[in-house]
Nanobody, 129 residues
C-alpha cells in the first residue's frame, strides 16, 4: 500500500505560481510512477503531468506544457508540482497518484487514470482572473 498526501493548494492570481507537494508513505521503494491529475467542477478528471519515479521521464498534457514542472525529493519521498503562469482554467482539485512504473511504457499510458492504483485526497487550486 502507498499513501499519498497532497498539500500546497490555495488561491492564486492569473499569471502567478503555486507549488503543490505530494508526500508518499508506505511501500514506496522504487518502481513507481507519480502523476498529477486535476478535476474541475462538472468535468472529468484529466491528466496534467507525470514522472517515472527515479526514471527521469516526464510526460505533460498539452494544456500545461511550458508552464508546469514536476520534480522529486527522494530523501523526503515527495514529488512537487510547480505551476507557473497560472490561468483561471487551471482551477480544479489536483490529485497526485502513484502506479507501478512500467519499462517501455510512455506518456500514452501514464496519462490514463488506469495507470495508477493509489490516489491522494486532492487539494484545491483556484486561480482568479
Amino acid at each position: 500500500q502507498v499513501q499519498l498526501v497532497e498539500s500546497g493548494g490555495g488561491l492564486a492570481q492569473a499569471g502567478g505560481s503555486l507549488r503543490l507537494s505530494c508526500a508518499a508513505s508506505g511501500r514506496t521503494a522504487g518502481g513507481h510512477a507519480i502523476g498529477w491529475f486535476r478535476q474541475a467542477p462538472g468535468k472529468e478528471r484529466e491528466f496534467a503531468i507525470a514522472i517515472s519515479w527515479r526514471g527521469g521521464s516526464t510526460y505533460y498534457a498539452d494544456s500545461v506544457k511550458g508552464r508546469f514542472n514536476i520534480s522529486e525529493d527522494y530523501a523526503k519521498n515527495t514529488v512537487y508540482l510547480q505551476m507557473n503562469s497560472l490561468k483561471p482554467e487551471d482551477t480544479a482539485v489536483y490529485y497526485c497518484a502513484a502506479g507501478s512504473a512500467r519499462p517501455g511504457y510512455g506518456g500514452a499510458f501514464y496519462s490514463q487514470l488506469r495507470a495508477y492504483a493509489y490516489w491522494g485526497q486532492g487539494t484545491q487550486v483556484t486561480v482568479s482572473s
